[in-house]
């Protein structure tokens, strides 16, 4: 499993972390959304998805990434 921790723009409540945790729970080992922080914190098997999947799992919901 690899861990990352994006820095999340757009994110405006606690639904916003809701909405991308929800996006990418049956994908991914755990993720942690915090809109306060602006931060998503995801463990992964890199072989069933990919960083670049991830990132572009997040954009497609509205919100940008780093």
């Not at 723009?9 to 809701?18: D, F, N, Q, R, W």
């Not at 942690?32 to 990919?50: H, M, P, Q, W, Y």
Request: a neutral charge.
């Amino acid at each position: 499993m690899k861990e990352i921790t994006l820095s999340v723009s757009g994110m405006h409540c606690k639904s916003c972390a809701i909405l991308i945790e929800e996006e990418l729970k049956e994908r991914v080992g755990s993720v942690l959304v915090s809109f306060e922080k602006g931060t998503a914190r995801i463990e992964f098997d890199n072989e069933k998805i990919t960083e670049k999947q991830i990132k572009k799992a997040i954009v497609d919901l509205g919100y940008g990434v780093k």
